[in-house]
Nanobody, 118 residues
Framework: QVRLVESGGGLVQAGGSLRLSCAAS????????MGWYRQAPGKQRELVAD???????NYAGSVKGRFTISSDNAKNMVTLQMNSLKPEDTAVYYC????????????WGQGIQVTVSS
């Protein structure tokens, strides 16, 4: 059974920092990429950042320069360091892992709340 367990969310003042972590277990296929998405109230889920198995990273324009994604492939863990947080970063953040078997598999965490107060 695949499990993605997220941690590190919470409430922070604007300008502050948070670190999100996601630990995955039970994935038997090759992991193509790990990443973070977020969904604010009334908005669609959007990609925040992802990282491939080779270490190539991709960031949303709104977080570039403030957020840093990293991974530990041996431990199936992905981390998102969020600095200089803004109220508009407030959302539920979801860990995502894409794996490749005979088809692509898309795994999601349960979501973790990040709230940035002004």
């Amino acid at each position: 059974q695949v499990r993605l367990v997220e941690s590190g969310g919470g409430l922070v003042q604007a300008g502050g920092s948070l670190r999100l972590s996601c630990a995955a277990s039970g994935i038997v296929f090759r992991i193509k990429a790990m990443g973070w998405y977020r969904q604010a109230p009334g908005k669609q889920r959007e990609l925040v950042a992802d990282i491939t198995g080779l270490g190539n990273t991709n960031y949303a324009g709104s977080v570039k320069g403030r957020f840093t994604i990293s991974s530990d492939n041996a431990k199936n863990m992905v981390t998102l360091q969020m600095n200089s947080l803004k109220p508009e970063d407030t959302a539920v953040y979801y860990c995502n892992i894409k794996a490749q078997g005979q088809r692509e598999y898309d795994y999601w965490g349960q979501g973790i709340q990040v709230t940035v107060s002004s």
